[in-house]
């Protein structure tokens, strides 16, 4: 259940990627555990049916299981899915999902960050590895170019963040991005496409430098 209170919501299938192998079985005892969550009452599920996938998310007694046993990371319950972000946030927790199935195991969700970072920018994610953190953004709708002048000031700025991993959904908005950033050190970017088939191989790219992701995760931004 923390998973899904740290990323608002989850579906069945995002559930059965994290606990459960890709089995029929897999498949079904993803199922059971959660009607048997539901049915006790510790999860409920969105009142919106989006895209006709069945949307789980922690009640307040589930939170209070979760809290007696120190894994409630100081969130409170969330009221229902916001409509409006549900393809990003879907996206979002997808991400997270290939981050784990790599060993990247320590991420910090964008409402845990809210909660206990004070950070001039909140990311979707930030994943944490030989005492670094890096921001984890998901990109798939063009923001002004203002915007994205002053978000990358901010986070150039920002002590906390080693770097920044922007995942962007289209070839044309990634060369965009990339031009906009030429000026900056800490951001990359990578296509979604391309982190899904290449995963820890795939290559992030600025303006000034190029390498792997696992390359950046490993050595950071050069001095």
Request: charged content about 30%; aromatic content about 10%.
């Amino acid at each position: 259940m923390g998973w899904i209170l740290e990323q608002k919501f989850m579906t069945v299938e995002q559930v059965r990627r994290v606990f459960w192998n890709e089995t029929e079985a897999g498949k079904m005892n993803s199922y059971r555990r959660l009607l048997k969550l539901y049915g006790g009452g510790y999860l409920k599920r969105s009142r919106s049916s989006i895209y006709r996938n069945v949307l789980y998310l922690v009640t307040a007694m589930g939170l209070k299981g979760l809290r007696a046993v120190g894994r409630d990371r100081g969130l409170s319950e969330s009221a229902d899915v916001d409509s409006g972000n549900y393809k990003h946030d879907v996206a979002v927790t997808d991400i997270r999902i290939m981050f784990h199935k790599w060993g990247y195991d320590d991420w910090a969700s964008e409402r845990v960050i809210e909660a206990h970072e004070k950070l001039r920018r909140v990311p979707d994610g930030m994943v944490y590895h030989r005492g670094k953190g890096y921001a984890i953004e998901f990109e798939s709708t063009q923001k002004s170019k203002s915007r994205y002048e002053d978000i990358f000031i901010e986070y150039e700025l920002e002590r906390k963040i080693e770097g920044v991993i922007y995942i962007v959904d289209t070839s044309v908005l990634l060369a965009k991005l990339c031009k906009m950033a030429s000026s900056y050190l800490k951001i990359r970017f990578v296509h979604l496409k391309h982190l899904q088939e290449q995963k820890l191989d795939s290559v992030l790219v600025s303006a000034k430098a190029q390498g792997t992701l696992a390359e950046f995760l490993n050595t950071g931004v050069p001095e």
